[in-house]
């Protein structure tokens, strides 16, 4: 066997191993990934898995920064809107929860998941949260530009942007989980939630 043709095939058993931790993931959550379940999945030795992988976490942490990844893109392709924070808000929002929907029992397993493994990714609500998630520092920063142009009122920026990011996750979630919901009538939703979210920062 060729040298590329050896990579090749540890690349594809490198992405069959995470494929099957990551079927592991969406059908009974994150934590239940095990070295043992995806390797009696696939009919291979512990062996064969920590050749390509150090241990679980590791694993796990490979497919939390895959969807955090996917999210964080979607709200760096929004344009900066200039002089127009709410515009900017909006349009980062809307990316956000139509970039989820496309992964939505990815996203599902991830979120919802209290183990403190799981948490040091996904907890938006401690102090310093701008800090560490780049997510809510993009918000945080188009608050911060209203505030600075005289359109938004004088507020804590992080808890702002912590109240606004939690709401939207609520009716994220609800989309989700109630399923076929019309295309009108999602978009009715996702536009009343960011006027009523807006009005209460706006001057």
Request: charged content about 30%; aromatic content about 6%; some cysteine.
């Amino acid at each position: 066997m060729s040298r590329q043709r050896q990579i090749n095939k540890k690349e594809e058993i490198k992405q069959l191993i995470l494929n099957t931790a990551r079927e592991i993931m969406v059908e009974e959550g994150i934590d239940k990934i095990s070295i043992r379940k995806i390797t009696n999945t696939l009919d291979y030795s512990p062996g064969i898995v920590y050749h390509y992988f150090k241990d679980k976490d590791e694993i796990t942490e490979i497919l939390l920064k895959e969807g955090y990844g996917e999210i964080l893109n979607s709200l760096r392709d929004v344009k900066d809107h200039g002089n127009e924070p709410e515009k900017e808000i909006r349009a980062r929002f809307i990316s956000y929860i139509n970039a989820v929907l496309k992964f939505s029992e990815y996203y599902l397993a991830i979120v919802l998941s209290d183990k403190a493994s799981i948490l040091q990714y996904t907890s938006i609500l401690h102090k310093g949260v701008s800090e560490d998630r780049k997510s809510i520092k993009i918000l945080c920063d188009s608050i911060r530009k209203g505030i600075q142009l005289n359109q938004f009122k004088e507020c804590n920026v992080e808890l702002t942007a912590q109240a606004l990011w939690v709401s939207i996750f609520g009716l994220t979630v609800r989309l989700i989980i109630e399923g076929e919901i019309d295309i009108e009538q999602k978009e009715k939703l996702i536009n009343q939630q960011l006027d009523i979210l807006i009005s209460g920062i706006k001057k």
